[in-house]
Each structure stands twice: as structure tokens, then as C-alpha cells.
């Protein structure tokens, strides 16, 4: 595999995907949301406890390519015992990470900081045919967390 | 050797396309299913069109509008011509094969079905042949069956027949070649099948007139529906080819200007076809391109040589597939038009596609606009190889052997 | 002096067919509201296209599809921007304005108009913006009604607001630009009448946007639709503007791939606008010809300084017509876009158009398919001088100098 | 005007044009038809008396072009007294004229000779586009002779 492609699916990303984590529901959901890409057919059911405010737990099951796996997998690792304020912001972190090619270094290491392993996934910017892939768990997350509930 | 019968090397060089590269490897465009390139011919074409004779069409009394009508009739000529349909008056040009589908279902379909009807489509339809029969049967209150496949992916004819002797069915409507598994369906005989209990059949023919002739007065079936865009020539245009004796009692589907014979605001009498179902300005430079692409297909020496050369390379890419163990080929037609789609065990087909887009390998991913084939394989997207008359064998070397590498990277361990 | 400001002679060297010639004279283009030539730029972009960017939009994950799908989407932007529209998902591509009529009124029409109701259009329609209307009425039961010109050829504004006030009116579908007279009609202040009485308003733009600006915020309308082989963009390419909370509640109108979410036998599910509107593989070389056909209008100075050149156009043709005592001028409205048709005592249209031509002239003759509106004039076919951003104040001294030699020579005595 | 055109506008056509011949309806009219060409509105009214097949008058109304206009009324003139028979070969003769570019030499006199004036339209054939306009009369006579009667 040449640079760009090794930096796309990277050890972590592939591991990720082979053997992602949280795969799964809730025992106690209180919030969930089905995200489908009608393009490829990648489909992530996202479950969540909610709990003051704060996210207990983070399962997911569907099926997709690796990005998508890997993406929310890493997701739901990261989000677990988040505050929804946090959480909002990672999806920020994350959404500019993938979309904002403009971002000052200052801000790109922030977000990168923040965002700790999920970081991995900022490769995906050089292949823009996939940032849905990538981004399909975390639309799910916004609409579960802030849109909607059980 | 093929090679000696069709000059391939030749050939690609009409295609200004097939000397960029990707990524710095040499383009290798395996995804002549969704869209083909093309030919100098054809860019030339519309070229000149825009540069020299661009003017309107059927109007204008100037010498401008008289050429371009004249050559824009002669497009329509050399299209029956090609499908050896009785009379130009029998084509009518659209955008594609989705809006020839469309007219159809909203012309004759409206005109046709009754409450209580039968649709007949088969599991391996394109999305552009379901909905809008889809759409039908909720107007009309008509029911729609679907035609089962065999365990080998190719239309599961008793059934077929069962069906037509147990329902009313009006009109069957049947993909030519599947854009999925490549399966070269028996229209000739399902037309038999179908008059003989009279039903009408639309034959979706997207896939299948870049890949091999086709003739209408040997296929008797009632309509024909083609993309121009998917046989070497350009976007925004295609055509069906109906039946006369339905054409001419058919309502008309879009309605403006050309299409019409006198207008008042009480009432408007319509054109005869082929007019009464083009209105408004059309696709000119579209119709001439297409025109050119036909002329390129047959200066190379027609679509029997085309079919000749693509049957070999199909024969090599797949003996060559078979020898890789976590790949699944889907289906076993009896008969396969120059495509076929696969899975990778282990390893997802958008995945597969980034990777091999990587290396300069266009091929598609996804459901294929097919999803109840998809569902019938219990599949949600595939990995699709679709080849054209420039690909070489030289080309599914390379593909064959990124695939692997895809695997080796990509897979389990 | 307008070739000051507007460096026409500059201009005309970008469209290659103005260097071309009719009978040994050099061509004089006068039919632009049938269709526009086209800029290098135009034809370039084509090229450029097929050359080395062919690929299917919207699907496909290689890098070949994705760049023809940004390339696609800018192009929506960019028409969203030269029409300020508040968002690019408000255009859907059509193949002209024609197909973008019926569409509304397939769609939108099918969906609003019930029995009983009353749907305006105006005596100055071209076919395209009354026929789909009468259609929806027949399948309605509705009732179309005309509304009136004043003897000037403008809209009757006292009358449409006695109908409005009088019927049940659902939608009114209006000429922006009449393409026979010329005719500019006011249209934010019809669609504020309309809204008043809570109709809809259609707005048929395609003469009204070659020859200045238009502003959907500024006119409010509901839908405004255009072809693009009218504004020096190519053929069978052109789009509707909708407003966002009528197009997001409205049903498709083609379907198949492409506009669906999911497919099963049983139930589709439809994309969000414009992908709902868009079914099947568009005319990409089209879409990225227009969006170049725009660039080109923004380049050479924009439709304010086009209009001006026009307007000077059109008043230097007016005037010298107005001294042929057998040639009469259709109507004499308010405002006219540079446009005008005329009969000349004792020669018939078709006579002097085939005459002018002969010398290189293209005018139309014609009922240019707004046989209503030339009833209304107890005329069947009428000469029509259309005017383009590249014509001359030099052509039209000879396009008149021959009208006069016509006359004589054709004429009674 | 140049040669071709003038070739057109001959002072015949021009003048039959202007003064049709025959331009009413027949008093004991036995057959009739409306032509109608829908791209230009030239609308031509045939009404003739047939009697033991034979035209014993032809008359026409309507509006349109020279070419259309002279055509009638030449055809017209030329029918009169003529059998069904003779109206069939010149019919015949006239679409040939106008529409045939591989006529040898000797075809094309015999074709002239019996059109007499009406080879003038000859003219047409350089204008493919006004051809319809020449013929349009021509089929009004062929429907209300041999396909359709009052
Ligand atoms: C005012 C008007 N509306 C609609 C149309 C139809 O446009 P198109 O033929 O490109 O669909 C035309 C052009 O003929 C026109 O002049
Ligand atoms: C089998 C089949 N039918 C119909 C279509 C639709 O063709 P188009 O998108 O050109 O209208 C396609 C192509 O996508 C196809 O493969």
C-alpha cells in the first residue's frame, strides 16, 4: 500500500473494524438512532444510557465499510462517561477535523487533542467520497443525543 | 487471439480519456455500466455542432434550423437503423432510459391498467424499472408481482409462465441485461410468453445495447428503452423504441411546444409520434453525438466484433477471479453480458474501491441502484467489474492483481 | 455609446459561428430567443468534460466521480447565486424550461389542485405554460382562465386582479418575458396579487433571464423555470428554482435512480430535494456547459451591462423599423426585453424569412408556438427579431436594409 | 435578389400569389379537405366537384405563403377538366419535381411537360424547408380525391 492510502486504513482503523467495540445494545437504553448512507448501504443503529446529562454508556451495532466501522467504534470508546457537552463538542472537533480544510495548525492540534486516537481518522479528508463513511455514526449521535429520543 | 480481430490498441486511442492518469497510474476504467467514454468521434461531434450548425430544430424556415433538422431526422434514422427497428417514427428521444421508462409507465402505462391489473417485474430490476411501475399500481390500484430468479441468477422461467397463466397480467417489464450480475435475459421468448397472454412487455435494455446488437423486429417486444450516455455517446440522452400501432393511439407524456398541432385554451390537438412525445427544445447536440457514437461502433466494425472481444475478456477476468479464494462472484448466468459483480470476504466493497481507485482502477461499489436484487442476496453493496470495448486484457492483470493486494491489506490478517 | 462600454466586436470572436457564412454573407443571427449560440467557453467546457473528466455523479466512490460530482454541484451553487436563490438544493436540473412546467405541474400541480379550482394563465403564454396546465385541469377538474392583455400588449393588471379577487384561484402561471412580444411583465407585483389571494405563482423565465437580471428574492415568485440552450448554455439542459417548503412536501415526478433513499417491492422512500427531482443519470456535459455559459455572462461584464447593450439595440431596430410604413410592430408594451415581431403589408412572414435568409439573415417565422396569443392578434405567423449580447447596430442596418429590399421586391407592386 | 431566390419568387408565382386563381368555393361542391401545416399556420381549403371521375372545378380558400399560395392556385388551373387519372400522375409528377434530386433528365421532362406553369415550383427544391409549403394544397387534393369525400 502507498502513504496516502496506509494513513487511510492505519493498523487501528483496520483493527476497528475487524473487531469493533461496543458492538451492541444497551441493557438500559434511553436514547437510539439509525443512520443510513443510501449511497453505499452503510447502516449504524446507535444505542445510548443517558443519564444526567451524561452519556453512561454507547453501543452500536449495523454493518459498513471500515471507515464507517472503525469511526463509530472509536466513537462510542470515546463518548462513554462524556457529558453531553463534551460530546457536542467532539462532534464538532470531529466534523471539522474531516470538512474544514482551513483550520490554523493551533486549532488542528486542539481538535486533534481533544479528539485523542479518533484523531487517526483525519486522513479520511483526502478522500472526500468517504467523509460520509466516517461522519454516518456521528450523525447518529447528534440526532440520538440532541434531536431525538426513545 | 482477439487482439488480431480487434485492433484494441487502435481503439483506445480514440479515447482521450484512457491517456490520464490517477493517482500517476494509468486510468484502467472498469465502470462502463454506470457511464462509458468517448470516442473523438463523439466530443468532435458536438464540437462542430456548437461551432458551425448550432440552431434550432423542426422550426425556422433558415437554412441553419433546416440543416440541423435534417441531420438530427437522420440521427433518429440511423438509430432504428441500429436496433433495426421498422420506422424512425418509432424512436423518441429522452434524457435516458429512466425517462423512457417514465413516458412509458405515465403514457401507456396510465392509458393501460385497470384496478385489479398485474405488473410483472423481475427480482433483478433497476430501480428506474420498479418505481415507476411502483408509482402505477398506486394510481391505478394495480397489483405488482415480481418474476423470481433461479439459484443461478437467471429469470426462473417456469414461474414466470405460472404467473402469467394465474393473473391478468397487462404488462411486463424486464431489465435486457442485469446491471448487476450481467445475466442476458431470454427476451425473445418471454415476449412470446407475454403476447401469448397478452400482456405487453418493456424491455429495459440500459446494459444491454453497448454489449451486443439487438433488433427489435427479433425481439417483438412492445417497447425498448436505451441511454445514449451507456453506449459511447453523450450525456442527457436516450431513447425508446415502441411498437407503431401503440405509439400512435398513446396520449402524450410531457407536453409544450413541437408536440402540438393547434392549441387554444379550450383544447389542444397533438402531433403525431414521434413529435407528440418530444416537447420542447431537445438534447440537439445529444441526438448528433449519439449519432456519432453509433457511426464510431460500426466503423470499428460493429457490435459483433465488439461482443466477440468483450466475451473473451469477461471469460479471462473470470477464470482469473475464480482463482482467488475469498473472492464470491454473484450469480451463474447462463449467459453474461461483460459484467459482473463480486463480495470479498472480509473486506468491504467500499473499501475495495477506495483502495483500487488508489491505483487507478475506477470500478463501483454499492447497491447498483438494485437494492431487492441486493436483499435477494442478502447483500448491501457489492463490488462491481463492468468492462467496455477499449478495456484490455493487459488492464484485468492489473486489476486482478491490486484486488489481491486489497485483500492481503485490507483483510483478515 | 454602447460599444464603449460593452466591447461587442471583442465579444463576438468567442462564438465561432458568428465568423461563419449563409450563401456567401456573413451570418446575422436574429433568432436568440429560439436559441443562443455559444461561447468557446461553453464548447471548452464540453470538451473538457468528455475529454478528461467523464464519470457517472452521485455515486461511484473513485476520484473520477467525485470530482464530476463537485464539478456538478458547483454548477448547482452557481445558478443558485446568479439568480439569488437562497439555497443551490432550490434548483433542480430539467432538460428546458418545457420539461421544468410540466414537472410543476405534474408534481406540485397534481398535488395542490383539487376540483373547482381556478388556474390563470395570461393570453401571452407560449405553449409550454398553458398545455400542462390544461392537462392538470382536464385530469382535475379544474378550470383554466386568461387573463387579458391591454391594448398596449401588457398584461391586463385591473383584469388579473378582478380574477384573482372573483375565482378561486390556485396557481398562476406567467410569462416573465413574452417571446413574441416582448413584453416584461411585472412580476413581484403579480406574485404579491397572487399571494394576497393565496395562489402560487409559476414564472416561465425563459426569455426574461439572457437579458437581465432576475432576483428570486426580489420577485418572490414560487417556481421560476429557464432553459439553458437560451442563455448561450447548451442543449437539453436547463432547471426550476422552487421555494424550499413547497418543494420539500412535494411528490416526485420522475422516478427511478438516483431520487430514493430505499427501494423495496413493496414501498420507496424518496431522497430530499433537488436528488428527488432528478431521477436517473442527468445531462452532466449540459449542467457543466451552463454553469460555464454563466461564468462566461459574469466575465464579459454581467446582465446589467448586457441589458444595456440590448436595450440600445432595441431602440435603434425599433426606430428604424418604424420608418418601413408596411412593416407593423406587434403591441407596444411598457417595458420590452430586446425582442419584437412584426408583419409587413403584402408579404407573408415565411416569404421574408426564407428571403432574409438568403442573405445570411436567421429570423423566425412563425406562430412561435404561442398560437393564442397570435389568434389574439388575428395573425397565424409573424416575423420575429430576437436580439443577442453579440449583435450589431450594423447588422441591424442590414437586416432592415434587406427587410426594405423584401418588401419591393416581394411586395404588391 | 439574387438568382436562386429570384428563381423563387418568379413574377408567376409572385403574381398568383397576389391574385389567386379560383380562390371561393365550389357551388355544387362534391369533395373537400382542410390541410393545415402547424409550423407555419398555412391553412389551405380544397373544395372541388368530381363528376364520373372527373374534376369539373376546383376552388380553394385559405391563407398562406407565395410558395403555398401559388401552388393552389396553379394546381388549381391545371386540375380543372382533368381526370382522377391525370390528377393522379400529376400529383405524382409535382412531389417528384420538388422532392426527388435523382430524377434522371429524361424524367424530369416528361415530369415538366405535364405540369406545364407548375414546373416553376421546381425552384422549391432548393429550399427543403418550404417544400412543405409548396405541397400543401397537393395533399388537401390527393386526401379529397382519393381518401375522403363530403
Ligand atoms: C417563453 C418560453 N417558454 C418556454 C419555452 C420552452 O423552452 P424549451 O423548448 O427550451 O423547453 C420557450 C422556448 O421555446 C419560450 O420562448
Ligand atoms: C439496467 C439499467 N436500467 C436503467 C438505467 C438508468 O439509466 P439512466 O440513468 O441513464 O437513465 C441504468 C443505469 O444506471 C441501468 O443500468
Redo the contacts between chains.
Keep these: 500500500m502507498d502513504e496516502t492510502l496506509q494513513e487511510l486504513y492505519q493498523d487501528l482503523i483496520l483493527d476497528h473494524a475487524r473487531n469493533p467495540r461496543n458492538f451492541g445494545y444497551c441493557q438500559h437504553q434511553t436514547h437510539t438512532f439509525e443512520a443510513y448512507n443510501p449511497l453505499c448501504g452503510d447502516r449504524i443503529v446507535l444505542s445510548l444510557q443517558i443519564r444526567h446529562d451524561q452519556i453512561e454508556q454507547a453501543y452500536f451495532t449495523g454493518e459498513g465499510c471500515a471507515i464507517c466501522m472503525a469511526s463509530v467504534s472509536l466513537m462510542t470508546e470515546k463518548i462513554t462517561q462524556q457529558s453531553l457537552d463534551e460530546v457536542e463538542q467532539l462532534f464538532e472537533d470531529f466534523i471539522n477535523l474531516l470538512t474544514d480544510a482551513s483550520l490554523t495548525n493551533k486549532a488542528l492540534q486542539d481538535c486533534e487533542q481533544r479528539l485523542g486516537k479518533l484523531a487517526v481518522l483525519r486522513a479520511v479528508q483526502a478522500f472526500p467520497m468517504r467523509v460520509k463513511c466516517a461522519t454516518l455514526g456521528w450523525h447518529a449521535l447528534k440526532k440520538s443525543c440532541f434531536e431525538k429520543s426513545v | 487471439m482477439y487482439t488480431q480481430t480487434f485492433p484494441v490498441d487502435v481503439i483506445r486511442r480514440d479515447f482521450?480519456?484512457l491517456a490520464?492518469k490517477?493517482?500517476a497510474h494509468p486510468?484502467i476504467y472498469f465502470?462502463n455500466a454506470?457511464?462509458t467514454?468517448?470516442p473523438l468521434a463523439?466530443?468532435e461531434s458536438?464540437?462542430t455542432y456548437?461551432?458551425?450548425?448550432?440552431?434550432?430544430v423542426?422550426?425556422?424556415?433558415?437554412?441553419?434550423?433546416?440543416n440541423v433538422?435534417?441531420l438530427y431526422e437522420k440521427a433518429r434514422q440511423h438509430i432504428a437503423q441500429f436496433i433495426n427497428a421498422p420506422s424512425a417514427d418509432q424512436i423518441i428521444f429522452t434524457?435516458?432510459?429512466?425517462?423512457a421508462?417514465?413516458l412509458i409507465a405515465n403514457s401507456f402505462g396510465q392509458q393501460q391498467i385497470a384496478k385489479g391489473d398485474i405488473i410483472l417485474?423481475s427480482m433483478m430490476e433497476?430501480?428506474?424499472?420498479?418505481?415507476?411501475w411502483?408509482?402505477l399500481c398506486q394510481r391505478k390500484g394495480a397489483i405488482?408481482k415480481?418474476i423470481p430468479l433461479t439459484e443461478a441468477g437467471d429469470i426462473d422461467l417456469q414461474a414466470y409462465r405460472s404467473l402469467l397463466e394465474e393473473y391478468p397480467v397487462k404488462i411486463v417489464a424486464i431489465i435486457h441485461v442485469s446491471n448487476v450480475l450481467g445475466a442476458v435475459n431470454p427476451i425473445a421468448q418471454m415476449t412470446q410468453l407475454a403476447h401469448q397472454h397478452h400482456a405487453s412487455i418493456v424491455v429495459d435494455g440500459a446494459q444491454a445495447i453497448s454489449h451486443m446488437s439487438v433488433d427489435m423486429q427479433a425481439l417483438d417486444c412492445d417497447f425498448y428503452v436505451c441511454?445514449g450516455?451507456k453506449i459511447y455517446g453523450?450525456?442527457?440522452?436516450g431513447f425508446l423504441y415502441g411498437k407503431a400501432a401503440l405509439l400512435n393511439v398513446m396520449p402524450p407524456y410531457?407536453?409544450?411546444?413541437?408536440m402540438?398541432?393547434?392549441?387554444?385554451?379550450e383544447?389542444?390537438r397533438y402531433?403525431a409520434p414521434p413529435q407528440r412525445f418530444e416537447?420542447?427544445?431537445?438534447?440537439?447536440?445529444?441526438v448528433l453525438g449519439l449519432d456519432a457514437a453509433l457511426s464510431y461502433l460500426e466503423r470499428i466494425g460493429g457490435m459483433p466484433s465488439i461482443e466477440a472481444h468483450e466475451k473473451a475478456l469477461l471469460t479471462y477476468l473470470y477464470q482469473k477471479l475464480q482463482d482467488l479464494p475469498s473472492v464470491q462472484i454473484i450469480g451463474a448466468p447462463a449467459y453474461r453480458a461483460a459484467l459482473l459483480s463480486l463480495t470479498v470476504h472480509?473486506?468491504?466493497?467500499?473499501?475495495l474501491?477506495?483502495?483500487?481507485?488508489?491505483y487507478g482502477?475506477?470500478?463501483?461499489?454499492?447497491?447498483h441502484?438494485a437494492?431487492?436484487l441486493?436483499?435477494h442476496y442478502q447483500q448491501?453493496?457489492l463490488l462491481r467489474f463492468s468492462l467496455g470495448l477499449y478495456n484490455t486484457r493487459q488492464e484485468i492483470d492489473s486489476v486482478v492483481k491490486r484486488l489481491q493486494?486489497a485483500v492481503e491489506?485490507?483483510g483478515?490478517g
Aim: hydrophobic content about 35%; overall charge neutral; proline content about 6%.
Design positions: 482521450p480519456i490520464t490517477v493517482n486510468i465502470d454506470a457511464t467514454q468517448k463523439v466530443i458536438i464540437n456548437y461551432r458551425y450548425h448550432n440552431a434550432p423542426h422550426r425556422g424556415v433558415y437554412k441553419l434550423a433546416a433538422t435534417e434524457r435516458g432510459a429512466t425517462e421508462i417514465n417485474v433497476h430501480h428506474s424499472n420498479i418505481v415507476p411502483q408509482q405488482l415480481v441511454s450516455h453523450p450525456t442527457g440522452i410531457q407536453t409544450g411546444g413541437a402540438i398541432e393547434t392549441v387554444t385554451f383544447q389542444t402531433a416537447a420542447g427544445t431537445p438534447n440537439i447536440a445529444g472480509g473486506v468491504h466493497p467500499h473499501d474501491a477506495t483502495f483500487l481507485d488508489h482502477i475506477t470500478a463501483r461499489a454499492g447497491h441502484c437494492m431487492p441486493l436483499r448491501v453493496a493486494q491489506e485490507l483478515h
